[in-house]
């Protein structure tokens, strides 16, 4: 089945740092998304992508489709302590709507 | 617009009950997916609904089921509860617009369901 690999696991910064973290998956998606979830809650879109080389930004937040179609980044700039939260890749690929998951990224931004 | 809501959202049940789930979608969505997130798996897919019809499943047990009904609120059952079915349990909505090979999901807060 189709795997993701999600780096780094987690991440301890400093406010005010920029942030990188990327997906990588065996086979080719046609969509990859970028999720944040916070204790206690579901996790909240970030940002879509749907097209291989796009480039989409979001505030602080971008995140790129890769040409392969097989991998993704997601990059913070300027972190704040309210960016704190797991951050999940998934993808989905052919004419079924299920997502796959990464493992998450656990970000921790020190004041 | 309201999001997708999930109720309930902390359930503590006994192995061997059975439990069920209920997701509202966001408004004019028709497509429902069902998710298990714990700690040592991740988030793995279950399956999804549209037009009341299941459309995908993962490699889930026949104990979990589900059904879609026609407003597309949907509801998951889970029988015969195992230790190992305590899990965050989510649900997500989307548009699932036809033509369209691939669709954005937005995900509800969840049910926290603990099994003794």
């Known amino acids: 089945g189709q795997q993701l690999n999600q780096s780094p696991q987690s991440m301890f910064i400093q406010e005010g740092e920029d942030v990188s973290m990327n997906c990588t998956s065996s086979s080719i998606f046609n969509t990859w998304l970028w999720y944040k979830q916070e204790p206690g809650e579901g996790p909240v879109l970030l940002i879509a992508l749907y097209k291989a080389g796009e480039l989409t930004s979001n505030g602080r937040l971008t995140a790129q489709f890769g040409i392969t179609r097989k991998d993704s980044f997601l990059n913070i700039s300027a972190s704040i302590p309210s960016d704190v939260g797991i951050y999940f890749c998934a993808g989905s690929g052919g004419s079924n709507y299920k997502l796959t998951f990464g493992k998450g990224t656990l970000l921790t931004v020190n004041p | 617009k309201a999001g997708v809501t999930q109720t309930p959202r902390y359930l503590i049940k006994t192995r061997g009950q059975q439990v069920t789930l209920s997701c509202s979608p966001i408004?004019?969505?028709?497509?429902v997916s069902w998710y298990q997130q714990t700690p040592g798996q991740g988030l793995q897919f279950l399956f999804e609904y549209f037009s009341e019809t299941q459309r995908n499943k993962g490699n889930f047990p026949g104990r979990f089921s589900g059904r879609q009904f026609s407003n597309s609120r949907s509801e998951m059952n889970v029988s015969t509860l195992e230790l190992g079915d305590s899990a965050l349990y989510l649900c997500?909505?989307?548009?699932?617009?036809?033509?369209?090979?691939?669709?954005?999901?937005?995900f509800g807060p969840g049910t926290r369901l603990t099994v003794l």
């Open positions: 997500a909505s989307s548009l699932r617009q036809r033509g369209s090979p691939t669709d954005t999901q937005y």
């Open positions: 408004s004019g969505h028709r497509s």
